[in-house]
């Protein structure tokens, strides 16, 4: 039996087995696909302190690094559910079963996709999904945001300061953002609002060159593009904890700043995008590692 099971090894997941090992726990992180999570989409990342400019990848690596050298052990599987108390948890895997006195989940969350050809391969290449950690690339630049809602407008608000033009293209005829936000876009000379059309087509091999949008009629035109900013949303990866835990209507596991997810059994933990929070970044994801690990490492303590 472990002392505690880390779920996910994103930087919260990551950053929590490293203190529950400072803290001489025994820890195993379980991942199901990705080291890292979703940093390692970014092709540049520049606003982790102590670091000018890395990749999303090298930071992964230097992290898996440092908890693997600080003796956490790391297991490839897909977690299905977790079940027991305080003490003596059993989170079940597809391959396999594991015990532990103690389980933070850090499942995180991934950016919906808008699911047509070259999404992938674009990305990092014309292809974003957070103006906040890649938007100062495309100064000077012309680029859209997909998307109507407050997170949609918040981002090319943000890129209007900075870029030539930026367009937002929404498939409803309509803005579901916040009127303040809708009345702040208007206000913005270089930004155009297209409404009723959807991305079709992403054009360059290499890099983006431009978007296909398209009209519910068929009808469809061409924007010439240096990158676009995919914000339709993210979708939590909290499936396998449906029964355990709350969600709010979006799926998001309901917590607050200490990391004790409402209504869960004591000694389950939540850290990182997975939680209900108002700012997603990679250091707020390293910061509710931290908590979450100090939570469950007392819990341990006094049991």
């Known amino acids: 039996m472990y002392d505690i099971i880390v779920v996910g090894a994103g930087p919260a997941g990551l950053t929590a087995a490293l203190y529950a090992r400072r803290a ?28 000018n400019v890395m990749s999303g990848n090298e930071f992964a690596e230097k992290l898996i690094d440092q ?8 297991e490839m599987d897909t977690v299905t559910s977790i079940e027991g108390e305080g003490g003596n948890f059993t989170v079940h895997g597809k391959d396999a079963d594991y015990n532990a006195k103690a389980v933070i989940i850090a499942a995180g969350s991934k950016h919906r996709q808008l699911g047509i050809p070259k999404e ?7 292809v974003s999904y957070c103006a906040v950690c890649d938007g100062a690339f495309y100064r000077g630049k012309t680029v859209a945001v997909i998307g109507g809602g407050n997170t949609a407008l918040q981002e090319a608000i943000a890129l209007s300061e900075g870029c030539t033009k930026v367009f937002v293209v929404q498939n409803l005829d309509f803005l579901t953002g916040e009127e303040r936000l ?3 876009i208007e206000q913005k000379d270089n930004i155009t609002v297209i409404l009723g059309k959807v991305v079709k087509e992403l054009l360059g091999d ?6 296909v949008i398209e009209d519910n009629a068929g009808n469809t035109e061409t924007l010439d593009l240096d990158g676009i900013f995919v914000a339709i949303g993210q979708q939590p990866e909290n499936e396998p904890f449906k029964d355990i ?3 709010n209507e979006w799926g998001y596991i309901v917590s607050g ?16 995008d997975c939680r209900t929070k108002k ?3 990679v250091t707020t994801a390293t910061g509710d590692g931290a908590v979450a690990a100090l939570a469950a490492c007392r819990f341990i303590d006094n049991l």
């Open 24 to 51: 001489d726990k025994s820890v195993l992180v379980i991942e199901k696909e990705t080291f890292g999570g979703q940093i390692t989409y970014s092709p540049r990342v520049e606003n982790y302190p102590g670091f």
């Open 67 to 74: 908890v693997t050298l600080q003796g956490a052990e790391i």
């Open 120 to 126: 992938n391969e674009l990305i990092g290449e014309g």
């Open 182 to 184: 809708q009345r702040d």
């Open 206 to 211: 290499k890099s983006m060159t431009g978007i």
């Open 245 to 247: 835990l709350e969600f």
């Open 257 to 272: 700043e200490d990391c004790v997810p409402s209504g869960a059994a004591e000694g389950v933990f939540v850290a990182g």
């Open 279 to 281: 700012i997603r970044q």
